[in-house]
């Protein structure tokens, strides 16, 4: 059964940086590395956001607007590993972080709906204070 780990996550302050590690396990890299990966968050009475896609091959990403210039998306397919590097992190960054792996392999575009994705991860915290 496929499972996807997301570690990294933590209490940090403003203008901080922190980096987020989505490993993929009982699979092997040949098949990770087929599949778009997404990152979306969850802040408290929040619904699900979007926040960050990376395309099979590591080549395309997509950002959601508030992270752009910020966060960086990257895979590292023979560890079957996929990252999210946050740079001058903000309040309104504080969410519970998921990765997700598209439900299709070798998809042409990265997508940003959570319902073109699975499975999920069981999610970090991220805590930005102020």
């Known amino acids: 059964q496929v499972q996807l780990v997301e570690s990294g996550g933590g209490l940090v302050q403003t203008g901080d940086s922190l980096g987020l590690s989505c490993e993929v396990r009982g699979s092997t890299s040949d098949i990770v590395s087929r599949y778009n990966m997404g990152w979306f968050r969850q802040a408290p009475g929040k619904g699900r956001e979007f926040v960050a896609a990376i395309n099979w091959s590591g080549g395309s990403t997509d950002y959601t607007d508030s992270v752009k210039g910020r966060f960086t998306a990257s895979r590292d397919n023979a560890k079957k590993t996929v990252y999210l590097q946050m740079n001058s992190l903000k309040p309104e960054d504080t969410a519970v972080y998921f990765c997700?792996?598209?439900?299709?392999?070798?998809?042409?575009?990265?997508?940003?709906?959570?319902?073109?994705?699975?499975?999920w991860g069981q999610g970090t915290q991220v805590t930005v204070s102020s």
């Open positions: 997700a792996a598209d439900r299709q392999y070798y998809r042409p575009d990265l997508k940003r709906s959570g319902a073109f994705y699975d499975p």
